[in-house]
């Protein structure tokens, strides 16, 4: 269960506000892991009735929605805008893991939940289907391309959230070469400074990239 003891901003109620409380809710997911949150967490910690919460959304698929359109807000402003559909692609997939890395509590919701009629997810896949589209892809196949990038990210951000020593082989001795592959890569990451996860994203989101830049190049005319 969230705790709802500890100290957090407490706004007046006339600034009380669908952002504001898909922001309230977002922290509390962070601090809760996988706890969730409930409506009367949120009505505590923003010093409000629960019905006040409802003058503004419909109930916590409302605030997953928002919450998801502050994701995506942050997702635009990390991804820089370029001519070439897989540099745009690839900028879309860093700053789509970012965000949902730094909120791993989030991505088994939002992974399933419909995006709304005035969402502007939709606009940011416009944007890529566009993209896309115009470097040569059918429609179908730009959608499949996204779903199939989105699946990845999804994934690898929660891998990010995961222990690093989560995939450990400890001291056995009947599976030497995977204990050798799985201390190869602890060092490389060392090295490197990144995480674990990190690598592994970055090889993935390359390997997708190639393969689709192959796949294109390769049509006649």
Not at 96 to 111: M, N
Not at 148 to 154: D, G, K, M, N, P
């Amino acid at each position: 269960m969230v705790s709802t003891t500890r100290s957090v901003g407490r706004p007046r109620v006339s600034v009380l506000s669908r952002r504001l409380i898909a922001e309230t809710a977002l922290r509390l997911l962070d601090e809760g892991e996988d706890a969730g949150f409930r409506m009367t967490d949120l009505a505590r910690v923003l010093g409000v009735r629960v019905s006040s919460l409802y003058n503004h959304v419909s109930g916590k698929s409302a605030v997953y929605a928002e919450i998801r359109e502050i994701l995506s807000e942050r997702i635009g402003e990390d991804a820089a805008p370029s001519p070439h559909w897989d540099v745009a692609l690839r900028d879309w997939a860093r700053a789509y893991r970012a965000a949902f890395a730094a909120h791993p509590s989030t991505v088994a919701v939002l992974a399933v939940l419909p995006v709304g009629e005035s969402s502007m997810v939709s606009v940011a896949y416009n944007d890529l289907v566009t993209q896309l589209v115009s470097a040569g892809w059918t429609p179908a196949e730009s959608m499949n391309i996204i779903v199939a990038v989105e699946s990845f990210i999804l994934g690898s951000a929660l891998d990010s959230s995961a222990p690093q020593d989560m995939l450990d082989p400890g001291g056995r001795t009947d599976v030497p070469v995977f204990a050798a592959a799985y201390e190869a890569r602890r060092e490389t990451a060392a090295r490197d400074g990144v995480a674990p996860a990190d690598l592994a994203f970055t090889l993935g989101l390359d390997a997708l990239l190639v393969g689709l830049r192959s796949q294109l190049a390769a049509r006649p005319g």
